[in-house]
């Protein structure tokens, strides 16, 4: 069984910044994809971030690119979400997952396992 614990969340201001972790147990970490989604009230769980096995490659959302960072330490079994310049309309439940095999998607339906998120408000 895979257990995902995300952590970091908090309320910021505009303009500010905020650190996601997501600590992973139940599997060999290394061998697999990690992505991080977001859903808002009233709204669609969207895609932020993925990273592939070896955190070689990433993937953001358009939305995002240029102001969050992800990265992985294998070792920690541990995936870290970097948020700057943070906008109100960031303002969601940030939820991390993984799928079984070493490259990421943008498609939530790819992933098996979650997290049971950590909510960011980002205040004007």
């Known amino acids: 069984q895979v257990q995902l614990v995300e952590s970091g969340g908090g309320l910021v201001q505009a303009g500010g910044s905020l650190r996601l972790s997501c600590a992973a147990s139940?599997?060999?970490?290394?061998?697999?994809?990690m992505g991080w989604f977001r859903q808002a009230p009233g709204k669609e769980r969207e895609f932020v971030a993925a990273i592939t096995w070896s955190g070689g490659t990433t993937d953001y959302a358009d939305s995002v690119k240029g102001r969050f960072t992800l990265s992985r330490d294998n070792a920690r079994k541990a995936v870290y979400l970097q948020m700057n310049a943070l906008k109100p309309e960031d303002t969601a439940v940030y939820y991390c997952?993984?799928?079984?095999?070493?490259?990421?998607?943008?498609?939530?339906?790819?992933?098996?396992?979650w997290g049971q998120g950590t909510q960011v408000t980002v205040s004007s």
């Open positions: 139940g599997r060999t970490f290394s061998s697999y994809a």
């Open positions: 997952a993984t799928r079984p095999t070493g490259w990421g998607s943008r498609s939530r339906y790819d992933y098996d396992y």
